[in-house]
């Protein structure tokens, strides 16, 4: 059985004690495959990147590189978060085109390229991740990987007026063209993909599926990904999620709660949400001191101006709102600026009486589906979802609308919050049968197997070439690297102290952070 490696832009903390999203989607596939975890491990330095440090975790090897300190600010900071983000998520206006943001992104990713290289075995099945390594394919092509290569992004694929608006769009996209797979989220993402290739990239569909471009050809379908539905069921019955529900019902009492759970991104139309049960209250006046929105606000990415800004809007918003409509017993909003585990978000859920998933721009939006899963059968909450969520295609059941429109919206939370029971049960039962069925593990078990009935791509010819004995046996606890010194030579790769070389690990159980 072929070894799974995962290359992603961050490795997870082990001893993170609320692991999510990447980390719980590819937990099952390393279990079942074995492997190696390649990425990032947080580390900036202010010199050249160290080489990476292997270390077991669990039954898995886990490889992490540093970045330099002009990298992480032009590459991660700077193309990935002030491009790509905000141009995937149709936020052109929120973008920043430096043309040294795509130098350090093609340099990061090289690097990603130079150091995982020597770790791989002929065998291994390369599965890439994220919008971050768009470029790692055809950099490890250019050193002669002959492995196939999966790529997954998580976030949406833009339509292609926006795209084109990078202006390093087709160098993008001759890159992303060198994997053998390339998974996306949606149909809608597919029809972007397709429509690019074929009106700017001057490419065709060669047969199903497989599309031509750049002298090179592609596997893309769309691959949506899913929770663990049943383990996120069970975390409601736990200590810290029973204590959640105990403390909203004593607080609240017989009022019913709206829960929105998000990072304090731009993406997720927090302000417009906000536009929205404002509408609620002052169109529909009986929902005055018998509903609460309580919204979790997670920090992310506050040190990027957007960022500090969107939280600045919202909060304001929030103070708005309570100051318009608070009674000295009640308040219309509850904000809370902070992480909660995933336990205290499963108690959250299971006590809402409506989930409020209302992205401007998502790839899917996993908070939907476990909103689902927690609910108690015999008295379910109502998932209220934006149109613009990925999930939306498969999740026809919800409430589905468009987040620009607060009228509509509040007539959606309306409705939602007088749905009869019968109702609430019918369309919670198709929810729930669809996300238990088109689950994590269904999501790693297609994306893998049609990985595997890829033909890899031929590699470019190597920038460089690693003498034989080199690549033969190194010393214990060692592993040559493709990147030759000042003079000439070629250093090793140093294991952590204390873990075990690991030149063919295996691989059972990971718990790996988003």
């Known amino acids: 059985m072929s070894r799974l490696v995962i290359v992603s832009n961050r490795v997870a903390d082990p001893q993170d004690a609320a692991p999510g999203g990447l980390a719980i989607a590819l937990e099952e596939a390393l279990q079942r495959h074995g492997g190696l975890w390649f990425g990032w491990g947080g580390a900036v330095t202010e010199q050249s ?34 491009v790509l983000w905000p141009v995937f998520h149709n936020r052109l206006d929120l973008a920043a085109f430096d043309p040294s943001f795509y130098e350090g992104y093609q340099r990061v990713n090289r690097q990603f390229a130079q150091q995982l290289l020597p770790l791989l075995q002929p065998n291994d099945v390369i599965w890439v991740h994220d919008y971050h390594l768009m470029a790692l394919a055809s950099e490890l092509r250019a050193l002669g990987c002959q492995q196939r290569i999966g790529f997954f992004l998580h976030i949406p694929f833009p339509p292609l007026v926006a795209l084109g608006a990078v202006p390093q769009h087709k160098a993008l996209m001759q890159a992303l063209m060198a994997f053998d797979l390339v998974g996306l989220q949606s149909r809608q993402d597919l029809q972007h993909f397709e429509s690019y290739v074929l009106a700017q990239a001057d490419g065709r569909i060669s047969h199903r599926h497989h599309y031509r471009a750049h002298g090179q050809q592609t596997r893309c379908e769309v691959f949506p990904i899913g929770i663990d539905a049943r383990a996120f069921a069970a975390l409601t ?53 018998s509903a609460t929105l309580v919204q979790i606000g997670s920090p992310t990415r506050e040190h990027l101006l957007a960022y500090a800004a969107i939280r600045r809007q919202f909060e304001s918003l ?5 100051g318009d409509f608070g009674e000295l017993d009640w308040m219309p909003v509850r904000y809370m600026h902070q992480v909660l585990t995933r336990a205290q978000l499963a108690g959250l859920c299971r006590s809402a009486a409506v989930g409020l998933v209302t992205p401007l721009r998502d790839g899917m939006n996993l908070v939907a589906k476990e909103f689902i899963a927690a609910q108690d059968p015999a008295d379910p909450g109502v998932l209220v979802l934006s149109r613009f969520a990925g999930a939306a295609e498969q999740l026809q059941e919800a409430l589905l609308v468009n987040p620009y429109d607060a009228h509509s919206t509040a007539n959606s939370l309306d409705q939602a ?26 999501w790693c078990q297609r994306f893998l197997q049609a990985l595997d009935q890829c033909q890899p791509a031929m ?20 592993l040559p690297m493709t990147r030759p010194t000042r003079d000439g030579s070629f250093p090793y790769l140093r294991v952590v102290s204390g873990s075990a070389p690991a030149p063919r690990p295996d691989a059972a159980a990971i718990r790996m952070g988003r």
């Open 49 to 82: 990147p160290a080489q990476p440090s292997i270390r077991p975790w669990g039954a898995v090897t886990v490889a992490t590189t540093t970045l330099e300190r002009c990298d992480h600010d032009s590459y991660y900071s700077g193309f990935c978060n002030n």
């Open 237 to 289: 019955a736990t200590p810290p999620a029973q204590q959640v529900q105990a403390t909203l019902e004593q607080e609240y009492r017989q009022r019913r709660l709206v829960v929105g759970i998000d990072r304090l991104d731009y993406s997720k139309g927090l302000p417009e949400r906000i536009h929205a049960f404002r509408d609620l209250l002052e169109r529909h006046p009986a929902h005055r001191r």
């Open 318 to 322: 929030c103070g708005a709102i309570n």
């Open 417 to 442: 919050l007088q749905m009869p029971l019968a109702e609430r049960i019918e369309r919670h039962q198709k929810l729930l049968a669809r996300i238990e069925a088109e689950d994590v593990h269904w």
């Open 459 to 478: 590699p470019r010819k190597p920038r460089l070439s690693v003498p034989a004995h080199r690549l033969v046996a190194a010393a214990d606890g060692e």
